[in-house]
């Protein structure tokens, strides 16, 4: 098992920068990849990015693609998202989700869908006002 906590949102203007976080604690040895989804009411959950555990190899949604940056830190066991700068469609509930390693290799390219996340924290509120 693999637990994960979010922590960093809040309620910012447009044009303002937000970094979230996500500390992972369990089987972290395992993780093969993390990623950052994000939810707003009355949509699906929509993947934002993803890292690659070992290499940090990242992936980027193109609607975030040049203002989202992914990092991960693996002495810490923690993964961020630095968003910069934000926009009021980027209000959603963001969620850090983690899997762990796949019997076969996956392109984190692909990994878009949440089905492919075993792992989830509770989720953060971000809020872009105009």
């Known amino acids: 098992q693999v637990q994960l906590v979010e922590s960093g949102g809040g309620l910012v203007h447009a044009g303002a920068s937000l970094r979230l976080s996500c500390a992972a604690s369990?089987?972290?040895?395992?993780?093969?990849?993390m990623g950052w989804f994000r939810q707003a009411p009355g949509q699906e959950r929509e993947r934002v990015a993803s890292i690659r555990w070992s290499d940090g190899n990242p992936y980027y949604s193109d609607s975030v693609k040049g203002r989202f940056t992914v990092s991960r830190d693996n002495a810490k066991n923690t993964v961020s998202l630095q968003m910069n700068p934000l926009r009021p469609e980027d209000t959603a509930v963001y969620y850090c989700a983690a899997r762990n390693h796949p019997a076969q290799l996956i392109d984190i390219a692909t990994m878009t869908s949440p089905s492919y996340y075993g792992y989830w924290g509770q989720g953060t509120q971000v809020t872009v006002s105009s």
């Open positions: 369990g089987r972290t040895w395992d993780i093969y990849a």
